[in-house]
């Protein structure tokens, strides 16, 4: 492994503590006052410094030891996390992860943003804001937590200074410490190595040590991996409680620590060994330290800074682990998950790729072979028959796991969406408070990449257009603080995924005239208060009377109902004036596979995928109605549904063909409404594995993907909305050509 | 020295005993069970807690099996880590009694 990749780990790495972060100021921005969630927070930004300095990204390890030193004072009670110190957290954390971004993509954050956090919170750290802060001790000047200079080689030393906190020591004054370390195997698997701790902590003054060896098993029984030592340490020093504990800081989470002033401490029963104050000998060895990772970046660093970069290269590394554990720690909520590591593998995404589409092509296969079994066994009962249905059952079993694999929680997303929320709130001078739900739902990883940027949409939409100001809202009787809700949940094999904002909900008025001035309908269409609501996705749509720079660019939500729908979703609105709007998205779990109705149009075999389909059924002359010059009806259950001839609006054919001779799929498209759509006969119903027609051919309008058969034929799987929006007639722009696709 | 007998051996420690030397070093130790052995700890440059685990297990183990045990020609950074971890070379030694 090179350094780059080293680095590159960081760098996913900082994603998820930065994640981990977030979550846990919102948490505590709820009101939650959980230690743990303190720590969690403390230990993400703790965790993207200490590898940062690794790197020598000098501007991310500054801010983020400002950053960390705030943190500290909440940790340990010196500062109240109230709204406003959180307000300025909460900044921080955008800015950190921005100084992240530029130091991954190089680029750089703007100055002033940061200068003006760092004195914020330098400010909070010292107690001087903000009302609420409570800070008797930070008080102290010698708290003053100041960006450390940088050495010559760019490199920012890792042991910090945010211990004085409160230290009342006159720096000649001795003071002796009984330390009591055992490390866990995990702080070992992580790449830190107690040999070097120790040798850190004799080098802060006089030490004498004691090996407790009664936890070490006979040879044979041992793992030669495990941790069995433990030490109780006497030392005396100048320094402080903090600065001796801060020589473990980078394994706190990875063993047992005590440190105690010599008149508190118990009785000492183990022999101690003094430890000789000259370990030079050591001295050149920690820059190839336990891991030959660190070698590269030990060697390009001075020989003073060597001990703290082979550190920080060895909490990157361990970070690797532990940023798993973090998150099973969040998940959890307790510190005891803290230690689960190796529960989690990092794969490269292209692997797992590779995998579904073997798997993809396996199914494929056993379709296939099934197919001409049947075909050649003519009473259906052989055992290969029934050897083949296990088969089947086998084979949808790995592909479910497989696909369990890329299963991933809708948090990231969801999280990205409150600093948006956030950062648009200010902008426009609105007071908005974003409310998750459901963010552990999970779903195909691709869906998650690519929801992100359609809901970054909807989001500023909901907070610029949908929000009211404060003003407004209070002369309505509302609470200023207007509320937008994300919430997930799996619904029917799909993705559910709701937006909804307490703001003024759509003005029905305003959108119809502006349709009419776009010439998306005639001025005397009679539109139902849904068709209205929907016209907002109509493309080039766009009701904000002045450009505004954070929505209304010109991109409306067209834009978003078109990615929705390339990720074989729906989307829909429904809107109360005055009490706000609900957009609903669904999608589908997966975008490799999908259940499907195979089925015949003009001699075509085309695949209906399962969800959109309501119900099947056979029409019969006497529910068939004709409408206008060439719709027609069919009559179900006393309503009336608009029938739609697949084979003619795809152009398979000429004309119309003979409803009954047909089926018709009563199927619902994303605007709730219903359509019956016409197919000459169903086959069947399967699984199958989508391929993307436009990777692999160019896209076909009116055809979402298509798919390979058991009998190896290609079939093409249905866009049913592009179908029954095509079918509408109405002057909603169709985006089908209608070109042949056969 | 005792192992120069017929059933001895001996062993030339790596120069790095981190983590992945620990598993090594356990089952060379391991495949010289039953016999005198003498550890050449003369290359070691650097010694992690885990292979000092293993090696003052091995001296138990041999001490049990009343065997000979025995670290020669320590180098200055193999005996300034024991000494920093506080292990004493009695720790490191076991007689055929």
Redesign the interface.
Same mark, same amino acid.
Do not use: N, Y
């Given at each position: 492994m090179d350094m780059n990749e080293i680095k590159e780990i960081f760098f996913q790495e900082c994603e998820e503590q930065l994640a981990e972060l977030e979550s846990g100021l919102l948490k505590l921005n709820d009101g939650d006052r959980d230690p743990e969630t303190v720590n969690a927070v403390f230990r993400a930004v703790h965790s993207i410094k200490g590898g940062a300095g690794a790197f020598g990204l000098e501007e991310l390890v500054a801010f983020a030891h400002v950053f960390e030193t705030t943190l500290d004072c909440v940790r340990s009670n010196k500062l109240e996390p109230n709204q406003d110190v959180l307000k300025v957290m909460l900044k921080s954390a955008d800015v950190l992860a921005d100084l992240v971004t530029c130091s991954r993509d190089g680029g750089s954050v703007e100055e002033s943003r940061t200068r003006g956090l760092v004195k914020e919170l330098e400010a909070l750290a010292n107690g001087e804001a903000p009302p609420a802060a409570e800070a008797p001790k930070a008080a102290k000047p010698a708290a003053a937590p100041v960006v450390q200079p940088t050495d010559d080689s760019g490199f920012q030393p890792i042991p910090f200074t945010f211990d004085s906190f409160g230290d009342d020591e006159a720096v000649e004054d001795q003071f002796t410490y009984e330390v009591t370390f055992k490390p866990t195997r995990e702080l070992y698997s992580k790449g830190n190595e107690a040999a070097l701790l120790l040798r850190d902590l004799s080098r802060l003054g006089e030490m004498s040590i004691a090996c407790d060896m009664d936890q070490l098993p006979a040879l044979e029984s041992m793992d030669p991996e495990a941790s069995y030592f433990g030490w109780k340490i006497s030392i005396t020093t100048p320094k402080s409680e903090d600065e001796v504990r801060a020589v473990f800081e980078f394994a706190e989470w990875d063993c047992e620590l005590d440190v105690k002033s010599a008149e508190t401490a118990e009785g000492e029963e183990l022999p101690m060994i003094p430890v000789p104050f000259d370990l030079s000998a050591l001295d050149d060895e920690p820059a190839e330290a336990v891991q030959p990772q660190a070698e590269t970046a030990a060697k390009a660093s001075v020989p003073e800074a060597t001990s703290s970069v082979a550190k920080a290269v060895n909490a990157a590394v361990e970070k690797k682990e532990s940023a798993a554990t973090a998150a099973a720690a969040a998940a959890q909520n307790n510190a005891a998950a803290a230690s689960s590591v190796g529960q989690t593998i990092r794969v490269d995404l292209d692997r797992v790729d590779r995998l579904i589409n073997l798997v993809g092509e396996l199914v494929i296969n056993q379709a296939m072979l099934s197919q001409s079994v049947i075909e050649n066994d003519n009473n259906g009962v052989s055992s290969i028959n029934m050897g083949l249905e296990e088969l089947q059952q086998l084979t949808r079993e790995i592909q479910d796991s497989v696909m369990a694999i890329r299963a991933q929680p809708v948090k990231p997303v969801f999280q990205r969406m409150s600093r948006i929320v956030r950062e648009v709130a200010d902008m426009v001078g609105k007071q908005i408070r974003l409310v998750t739900e459901g963010e552990n739902t999970e779903v195909d990883k691709t869906v998650i990449d690519k929801i992100a940027e359609p809901l970054t949409h909807m989001i500023r939409n909901a907070v610029d257009h949908g929000i009211e100001s404060p003003e407004k809202r209070e002369a309505a009787g509302k609470d200023p603080e207007g509320t937008i809700k994300l919430s997930a949940k799996h619904r029917s094999g799909r993705i559910l995924i709701e937006l909804i904002d307490d703001g003024g909900g759509i003005n029905r008025e305003r959108v119809k005239q502006k349709a009419i001035d776009n010439d998306l309908i005639s001025p005397d269409a009679n539109l139902s208060d849904e068709e209205i609501d929907n016209l907002i996705f109509a493309p080039g749509f766009s009701t904000a009377d002045k450009i505004s720079d954070i929505s209304g660019r010109g991109v409306g939500m067209d834009v978003v109902k078109r990615s929705i729908q390339a990720l074989g979703g729906r989307i829909s609105i429904s809107s109360r004036p005055g009490l706000g709007s609900t957009f609903t998205m669904s999608l589908p779990l997966t975008l490799a596979v999908l259940d499907g109705m195979v089925v015949t149009v003009a001699g075509q075999t085309l695949v209906v995928p399962l969800t959109a389909i309501v119900e099947t059924l056979q029409p019969e002359a006497s529910a068939i109605h004709s409408f206008g010059a060439n719709q027609r009806l069919i009559s179900i259950r006393n309503s009336f549904c608009p029938l739609v001839d697949v084979g003619r609006i795809l152009n398979f054919r000429a004309n119309q063909a003979n409803p009954v001779d047909g089926v018709a799929l009563l199927v619902e498209s994303e605007g709730g409404g219903q359509r019956a759509l016409m197919v000459d006969a169903i086959q069947g119903q399967r699984q199958v594995v989508i391929k993307s027609l436009e990777a692999n051919y160019t896209h076909v309008p009116g055809i979402a993907a298509a798919t390979i058969l058991g009998d190896g034929r290609v079939a093409l799987i249905l866009d049913v909305d592009a179908v029954v929006g095509a079918s509408r007639g109405q002057s909603l722009k169709p985006e089908m050509s209608l070109a042949a696709t056969g | 020295m005792a192992a120069r007998k017929a059933a001895s051996g001996k062993l030339a420690l790596s120069p %790095?005993l981190?983590?992945n030397e620990?598993?090594v070093?356990?089952g060379k130790?391991?495949s010289m #069970?039953g016999k005198d052995v003498v550890i050449d700890a003369s290359a070691v440059? #650097?010694? @992690? %807690? /885990?292979c000092? /685990? %293993?090696l %003052? *297990? @091995?001296a *138990?183990?041999w001490q049990?099996d009343k065997k000979s045990f025995l670290v020669e020609k320590a180098s200055?950074?193999f005996?300034?880590?024991m000494?920093? &971890?506080? &292990?004493?070379e009695t720790?490191l030694i076991a007689k055929e009694i």
């Open positions: - | %790095v981190d983590l620990a598993s070093l356990h130790l391991m #069970r440059e #650097r010694v @992690g %807690v /885990q000092a /685990q %293993v %003052v *297990a @091995g *138990a183990a049990a200055d950074a005996e300034k880590t000494q920093l &971890i506080g &292990i004493s720790q």
